[in-house]
């Protein structure tokens, strides 16, 4: 069975601290992706990645930066977190679909 | 620039019957479209996929039909039950891009089926 994990459901931190949020999948796949979730915006592609120490920016880069140094791992940095960033946060793995994990509900305040 | 719509925010159906939810797309380059179901508080799940080639493709009582001359497609939902309540998304690829999968989202259609 597909497995797509986040290392926590809820998360609150206070503005400019640095934020690390985790994703490990163990279904081998080549490409990992991070999105963040808004009422009325959808799902928006903030990075993917697809090869170990490679990555690429999605629509909405700005303010985040990501780490792949394993195949199965693929962490989301938010360098100095600000309110704007208060999100729910998914990662996602894929061979052909896509297969997410349960999501990180991130508040900044 | 939104280059998958989904116009319809919100949609209610009676349980039993069809549900019928909507998307647009823009961009002529995308050849494979998918369909996630989201429940609150968990991740999208894969529900339905088409490629360009096809117009129309079924899955049980899930059918994704594709216009591409009109960049529309459908999911249509027969009969409607009250576990379809959840927040559906649209998303569009490009198959010139696969190996990279990067999927478009659309902004989701919430669907609410009444017992």
């Known amino acids: 069975d597909v497995k797509v994990t986040q290392s926590s459901r809820y998360l609150v931190k206070r503005t400019g601290e640095k934020v690390f949020l985790e994703c490990v999948q163990d279904?081998?796949?080549?490409?990992m992706f991070w999105y963040r979730q808004d009422p009325g915006l959808g799902l928006r592609l903030i990075y993917f990645?697809?090869?170990?120490?490679?990555?690429e920016k999605g629509d909405i880069p700005e303010g985040y930066s990501v780490s792949r140094e394993k195949k199965e791992r693929f962490s989301l940095i938010l360098e100095s977190a600000s309110t704007n960033q208060t999100s729910m946060y998914l990662c996602a793995s894929s061979i052909n679909e896509q297969f997410f994990g349960p999501g990180t509900r991130l508040t900044v305040l | 620039d939104q280059q998958v719509k989904q116009n319809s925010p919100s949609l209610s159906v009676q349980e039993g019957r069809i549900s019928i939810l909507n998307c647009d797309y823009t961009?002529?380059?995308?050849?494979?479209f998918l369909w996630y179901k989201k429940y609150p508080a968990e991740g999208p799940t894969f529900l339905i996929s088409?490629?360009?080639?096809?117009d129309k493709n079924e899955d049980g009582r899930f059918t994704v039909f594709l216009n591409k001359s009109a960049k529309h497609l459908s999911l249509h939902i027969v009969p409607s039950q009250p576990g379809d309540s959840a927040v559906y998304f649209c998303a569009a690829s490009s198959l010139s891009n696969f190996g990279n999968e990067k999927l478009t989202f659309g902004t989701g259609t919430r669907l609410t089926i009444i017992p």
């Open positions: 088409i490629s360009s080639i096809k």
């Open positions: 990645s697809y090869d170990v120490k490679m990555k």
């Open positions: 961009n002529s380059m995308f050849d494979y």
């Open positions: 279904m081998d796949h080549e490409n």
